[in-house]
């Protein structure tokens, strides 16, 4: 067994206490019924309940330790049938208590002592069943609350002689549930300390969770992953001389180049992953990608960069706190340099970036931590990031549920797939959940990490059925720290801006990435899908914003029926985007007109 009941530590801090609020919608009806028919009756005349309470534990370590799991409960509950609005006078709320006669069953307990307007006293009394059915159920029994109304301020053992008036079914939406993970509150005095107090009572609900759930429903690996392309594989280029290039970042990093060469050539092309990814995504064997594309249209020499963003590289699988403008300042730099040292000093470079690859790459060239590019493509996104409105509720709230609340260092595609019991099969089950657009947990996670959609990163009909099977492997693990960044600059009025502005490790960048814009001369062709649901019109506004700073010098391209990814995975893509790549390429080839 993985993940263990918290037993309290001596060595914490005493009497640190605990809040969350959460909200439950339902329906009930007057008199004694069983629930079901009490919800039924209540949806069809319309008699609805909801309420919001706020559940306050005293003392965690005392909660944890304890048989009962007791915490305060304040707020309020809003029913017609009762008049409306009802204040909780008091209430009590038990955390996974033992079922009587049944070991294998808890349950989460409510008692909330009401008073009507007029003054009329009454009791919610409702229970949560605990329970591992048949199927996979625990989602539905963690959010369904089985209530009674009683008059009078009843105790529990007082319910057999009790007057109900009421009787119903309650339950949690899921954006509710995700408001509730957001509301987790400590008053412990040091930041540390509160992060830990939310990462106890985590591992505890979670704990408890799989001891009820844990061997039916994780255990079976019925679904593990075969893998049917060799990772890492560089088969896709043929005909191609391939040789792997270290380089070294000024903050002391590993980074790796692989160059796909094939004759000498004045115009080399650099092509620049996003985050999750690596240079796997354009040298894909199961279609005509990217580089060898390059290759056989007169672009003879083609190198990949993986960078700190990758995930042949293990430094997204840490809790690091790197942002962009490290990206932008320490590893773009010593990978152009890379190329002229290898191919020569006057060289012409073109650059391909995508995604946060493409906003990083931006980024320095537009902050002047790299110069003599001669033509860039930047797909998706560029100084500009836009995100549709629940991707940026997700990047509000992500990084602190990841880190803090679920204890877990980065997130992963092959959660669900890998053997074991970990906090990430739990999370990667559980997304599957409400991804049933597909048979794919890779795709399900992937939709989670990213944008907003089932699924969001790309069409399902624009991709190779291995490709859609192997996106556990084309995309890697992520930490989260690098979501911070992209938030903040969300809220900036989409704005490529400096995570931050006090750090003097970042002088040598500007505060705002559009500051130098009149003066960089190399030209971009913005491209993007036109159905991009991680990144939306971000390009679009790019482009709009600059043409309006230097009229003429850059392109855009909008491709029909594409999404953000798909872009350079597809199937097809040889024949619907790599053309305007390949055009754009050439008319910028030859003499620097600089």
Request: glycine share 6%.
């Given at each position: 067994?993985?993940?263990?009941?918290v037993q309290p530590d001596s060595n914490k801090i005493k009497r640190a206490s605990l809040s969350f609020t959460e909200t439950m919608r339902g329906f009930l009806t007057d008199g004694q019924l069983d629930f079901q028919s009490g919800y039924s009756l209540g949806e069809e005349k319309g008699t609805s309940i909801t309420f919001t309470v706020n559940i306050k534990?005293?003392?965690?370590?005392?909660?944890?330790?304890?048989?009962?799991?007791?915490?305060?409960?304040?707020?309020?509950?809003?029913?017609?049938?009762?008049?409306?609005?009802?204040?909780?006078?008091?209430?009590?709320f038990n955390l996974f208590v033992n079922s009587v006669g049944d070991n294998e069953r808890k349950k989460m307990l409510y008692r909330l002592y009401l008073q009507t307007t007029n003054g009329k006293l009454l009791t919610l009394s409702g229970y949560k069943d605990i329970f591992d059915n048949v199927g996979l159920d625990i989602w539905s029994d963690t959010t369904t609350l089985y209530i009674n109304i009683m008059e009078g301020h009843i105790e529990a053992d007082g319910e057999l002689s009790a007057n109900i008036i009421g009787t119903g079914i309650m339950h949690i939406g899921k954006l509710d549930f995700i408001k509730q993970l957001t509301s987790f509150r400590s008053d412990a005095t040091r930041k540390s300390?509160?992060?830990?107090?939310?990462?106890?009572?985590?591992?505890?609900?979670?704990?408890?969770?799989?001891?009820?759930?844990?061997?039916?429903?994780?255990?079976?690996?019925?679904?593990?992953?075969?893998?049917?392309?060799?990772?890492?594989?560089?088969?896709?280029?043929?005909?191609?001389?391939?040789?792997?290039?270290?380089?070294?970042?000024?903050?002391?990093?590993?980074?790796?180049?692989?160059?796909?060469?094939?004759?000498?050539?004045?115009?080399?092309?650099?092509?620049?992953?996003?985050?999750?990814?690596?240079?796997?995504?354009?040298?894909?064997?199961?279609?005509?990608?990217?580089?060898?594309?390059?290759?056989?249209?007169?672009?003879?020499?083609?190198?990949?960069?993986?960078?700190?963003?990758?995930?042949?590289?293990?430094?997204?699988?840490?809790?690091?706190?790197?942002?962009?403008?490290?990206?932008?300042?320490?590893?773009?730099?010593?990978?152009?340099?890379?190329?002229?040292?290898?191919v020569g000093q006057d060289v012409r470079i073109h650059v391909i970036c995508h995604c946060l690859g493409s906003v990083s790459f931006s980024m320095s060239l537009f902050g002047k931590a790299v110069t003599g590019v001669r033509s860039v493509v930047a797909n998706s996104v560029a100084l500009t990031p836009r995100v549709p409105r629940w991707s940026l509720f997700k990047l509000s709230v992500a990084p602190f549920v990841t880190e803090y609340l679920l204890g877990m260092m980065y997130l992963d595609p092959l959660f669900s797939e890998k053997p074991g019991i970990t906090m990430g099969k739990i999370l990667g089950k559980l997304t599957s959940i409400f991804h049933q657009e597909c048979d794919?947990?890779?795709?399900?996670?992937?939709?989670?990490?990213?944008?907003?959609?089932?699924?969001?990163?790309?069409?399902?009909?624009?991709?190779?059925?291995?490709?859609?099977?192997?996106?556990?492997?084309?995309?890697?693990?992520?930490?989260?720290?690098?979501?911070?960044?992209?938030?903040?600059?969300?809220?900036?009025?989409?704005?490529?801006?400096?995570?931050?502005?006090?750090?003097?490790?970042?002088?040598?960048?500007?505060?705002?990435?559009?500051?130098h814009a009149k003066d960089i001369n190399t030209p971009i062709l913005f491209m993007t899908g036109q159905e991009n649901h991680v990144f939306n019109d971000s390009n679009i506004i790019c482009y709009e914003r600059l043409e309006k700073i230097v009229p003429g010098r850059h392109q855009l391209r909008v491709i029909p029926g594409y999404g953000h990814q798909d872009v350079f995975m597809g199937k097809n893509v040889s024949q619907d985007v790599f053309p305007h790549i390949l055009k754009f390429l050439e008319s910028n080839s030859g003499d620097i007109k600089n």
């Open positions: 067994m993985i993940i263990k009941s534990i005293d003392d965690v370590e005392k909660f944890i330790a304890s048989s009962n799991h007791e915490a305060d409960v304040s707020g309020h509950v809003n029913c017609e049938l009762f008049g409306g609005y009802m204040e909780i006078r008091t209430g009590r300390d509160r992060l830990s107090v939310i990462n106890d009572f985590g591992q505890f609900f979670l704990g408890s969770l799989w001891d009820i759930y844990g061997y039916s429903v994780f255990m079976p690996d019925t679904n593990t992953y075969e893998r049917e392309i060799p990772l890492f594989t560089t088969e896709g280029v043929p005909n191609a001389e391939c040789t792997a290039h270290s380089i070294t970042t000024l903050d002391k990093l590993g980074l790796g180049m692989l160059r796909f060469h094939r004759a000498k050539c004045k115009d080399v092309v650099l092509i620049i992953h996003g985050l999750t990814t690596s240079s796997d995504m354009f040298i894909m064997p199961e279609h005509y990608n990217l580089v060898t594309y390059l290759l056989d249209n007169n672009f003879s020499d083609v190198w990949t960069l993986d960078y700190r963003m990758s995930n042949r590289l293990p430094y997204n699988m840490q809790r690091h706190r790197y942002n962009m403008d490290d990206i932008a300042l320490f590893d773009y730099p010593p990978a152009l340099e890379k190329i002229r040292e290898e794919v947990p890779a795709c399900h996670m992937l939709s989670l990490m990213w944008g907003a959609g089932h699924p969001a990163l790309y069409n399902h009909k624009n991709l190779a059925d291995v490709t859609h099977r192997r996106g556990g492997d084309l995309y890697g693990p992520t930490s989260m720290h690098f979501y911070r960044h992209v938030r903040k600059m969300v809220r900036m009025n989409s704005t490529a801006i400096k995570y931050n502005k006090s750090n003097p490790k970042y002088r040598a960048l500007p505060n705002d990435y559009m500051e």
